[in-house]
């Protein structure tokens, strides 16, 4: 079941009485449990009627018999397992999972993983639970996801200000929320969040960024390159290495999966790499300097440079901001 369906549920009073959720994505399942803690029962029923227990204190006794308790005042209570994953015991759970209380709905988070598929309980949570498994969205469905949110609270975003935002924060959905709340008490009566406000609210320079960096390479622009690679010398925050070259290496794939493509056309090449007309345009400019050497070169040294980031092959003395320069030059100047 997805998440938003949960909740909706939640909201018609629609219950079951083992909810069990778990995976490497944290972000719905905090989402689902911050809801059904502050939702499910009113103040007065809630002071009676909601017990939360955490994996690393909780013992397996005490959350049985807060399950197994009838509700005060109420037709129902809640008690909620957070951080599950911690719970040396966890997998006893499963005496009371057979026998739920109807009047009880407990909601267990388990973060980090899944139970193993061969258990008993991972058997008995797809039978007799509403189960939720999560998994980290891949880098290339985060602008859709961003973009998404930022439609469901009635906003919309410039595509260039959108990749700026995703590339800066990275794989962190609660965090990108976060970003755009921030940004959305800042819009006043606007609704469009433009590169201006990622860079006034969020700190990314609209000029020095990955985005940009990405676009100089991509045109074979040396001095442009240098400059943006510099700016990331002065403020180390701001890109670090370990999240350049990972976006590199993806646009330099797309980049050869693109030239594999008799096609030079527009929306053949947007479907083909899943992405906006923008971008597309883009990548067949890029193609126009760019041949299948050069990027199976490019695709390689990114490989080779990645190594040496993490200090294999590096020598004591060539830093971040160096190996770059460096990494840089070998792909836009040719041989």
Partial sequence: MFPEQIIQDWKKGIFHPVYWLEGEEPYYIDKLIDFAEKNILNDSEASFNLSIFYGRDAKLDEVVNACKRYPMFSEKQVVILKEAQQMKDVDKLESYIDYPLSSTIFIVGHKEKKIDGRSKLAKQLKQKTILLSTKKLY????????????????????????????????????????????????????????????????????????????????????????????????????????????TLYSYFSKLYIAASSNSRDEQTIAGMLGLKGFFAKQYIQALQVYSYNDIEKALLLLQHYNLKSVGISKTNETNDAALMKELVAKIILRD
Wanted: hydrophobic letters at 40%; zero cysteines.
């Fill in 139 to 246: 880098d290339n469905e985060l602008p859709e996801w961003t973009s998404q949110m930022v439609q469901g609270k009635g906003l919309e975003i410039q595509t260039k200000a959108l990749h700026m935002l995703v590339d800066h924060i990275g794989n962190d959905l609660q965090r990108l929320e976060n970003e755009i709340e921030k940004i959305t008490v800042n819009l006043q009566n606007r609704k469009q969040i433009t590169e201006d406000d990622i860079e006034n609210f969020i700190g990314v320079s609209k000029e020095f960024n990955i985005f940009e960096l990405q676009a100089s390479v991509g045109k074979r622009d040396m001095s442009a390159s240098l400059r943006i690679i510099q700016f990331f010398e002065a403020n180390p925050k701001a890109a670090p290495i370990q999240l350049i070259l990972p």
